[in-house]
Structure formats: C-alpha cells, structure tokens
T-cell receptor
Framework: GAVVSQHPSWVICKSGTSVKIECRSLDFQATTMFWYRQFPKQSLMLMATSNEGSKATYEQGVEKDKFLINHASLTLSTLTVTSAHPEDSSFYIC??????????????FGNGTRLTVT | LAKTTQPISMDSYEGQEVNITCSHNNIATNDYITWYQQFPSQGPRFIIQGYKTKVTNEVASLFIPADRKSSTLSLPRVSLSDTAVYYCLVGGSQGNLIFGKGTKLSVKP
C-alpha cells in the first residue's frame, strides 16, 4: 500500500551546521505534505505545509528562514534545518494525505527523524 | 479546526476491550474524525476514520453519535503491543490536522 518514507531516521550534527531531511511518497503522488515536530513526551506540532511547485506555508512562530522546505516534485519534500542549535534537537515527522474516494484523505506519516544537535 | 479533548491516560489488561472517548464539541459539518496510534520514536499510524454512526475495520471500531460531538475508539481484546499513545483528530480535506495531547494507553499483563 501507499507509504511515506523519511530519511534519515536519525542524525547528529554540530551546532551551526545544516541538516536536510527527506520525505518521499511511495506509490502515490503528494501535492501537499506536512512537517511536524515533536519534543519528548509532547504531542506533534505542525510546523509547515509543503506545497509542490510553490512556497510552503508556515505555522505561526515557525521561522521560515531557519526551516527551509522544498517540494520540487510530486513525490519528494525536503526540510532543511539551517544553522542548527541544540534547541532544534527534536523528532521531525513528515506526512502526506492518501487520496480516498468519497472521504477525507487520512494522513500517512513517515517514521520520523531524530535530530540531535551537539 | 475543531479542538479535541481526550483522557490523558488509561490502563488496561491484556484481553480486555478498551474504549477511548474523544470530545469535539465544535466539529464542523465537513469534518471527519480520525484516530492515530503512535509508538515511541515512530511516526503516527492511521487506525480508523469515520463521519457518523459506526465504522469497523480489522483493528478497531469507531462509534460516533448522531450529534457528532464525541467519538469512541474501541480496541477489542488488547495486547501488550497496543501500549501506545492514541490521538483523536478532527478535520476536513485540508489534511493539516492539529494534534491534541492524546491518550497514553498502558496495557498490562
């Protein structure tokens, strides 16, 4: 069935460097993808909506210049954490809606990326 | 987007039926109700979705009363592997669902 693949599953980087996270839709096209962030023992927080061929829409309080989103194709969205700092350490999760005829499209999620900034 | 309220945690034992109720008083006409399961360090997994009355699939049932202001996820005969956080979400076709705090279900032997 339809799957959302996220890579890498974990990454450790030094403060000040940038990290790119990829989110791919397998076997289906996703004109829209969503990026969430989750801190330990907390719920998922929507960061931004990634739109294929156009600019991403960011939620209030999320810095668009720090969290760069690119959705260049119908199957790939990337999130780049620029100039990462320890407070950016978190679990980042992407998702995409799977079209369902006659119903609202449920979201399918990637397995997440654990980012640790040292 | 409609806000949801769920119990923070629930305990159960293996083999029991577990019912988790979610309140969504401000649900809109076009909104569907969707439940997700999340294990630690994994992305949420879709469980079930419904609009009204009852929906059943191979893993759960979803009960929605006529006023749609609440819904109940029913897990039959839970096992230890069902220990997870369960999220109830309400939304339309936009897909940008807002997650509440979820219900942490602990299944004991």
């Amino acid at each position: 069935g339809a799957v959302v693949s996220q890579h890498p599953s974990w990454v450790i980087c030094k403060s000040g460097t940038s990290v790119k996270i990829e989110c791919r839709s397998l076997d289906f096209q996703a004109t829209t993808m969503f990026w969430y962030r989750q801190f330990p023992k907390q719920s998922l927080m929507l960061m931004a909506t990634s739109n294929e061929g156009s600019k991403a829409t960011y939620e209030q309080g999320v810095e668009k210049d720090k969290f760069l989103i690119n959705h260049a194709s119908l199957t790939l969205s990337t999130l780049t954490v620029t100039s990462a700092h320890p407070e950016d350490s978190s679990f980042y999760i992407c998702s995409a809606p799977i079209p369902v005829r006659g119903s609202v499209s449920p979201l399918h999620f990637g397995n997440g990326t654990r980012l640790t900034v040292t | 987007l409609a806000k949801t309220t769920q119990p923070i945690s629930m305990d159960s034992y293996e083999g029991q039926e577990v019912n988790i109720t979610c309140s969504h008083n401000n649900i809109a006409t076009n909104d569907y109700i969707t439940w997700y399961q999340q294990f630690p360090s994994q992305g949420p997994r879709f469980i079930i979705q419904g609009y009204k009355t009852k929906v059943t699939n191979e893993v759960a049932s979803l009960f929605i009363p006529a006023d749609r202001k609440s819904s109940t996820l029913s897990l039959p005969r839970v096992s230890l592997s069902d220990t997870a956080v369960y999220y109830c979400l309400v939304g339309g076709s936009q897909g940008n669902l807002i997650f509440g705090k979820g219900t942490k279900l602990s299944v004991k032997p």
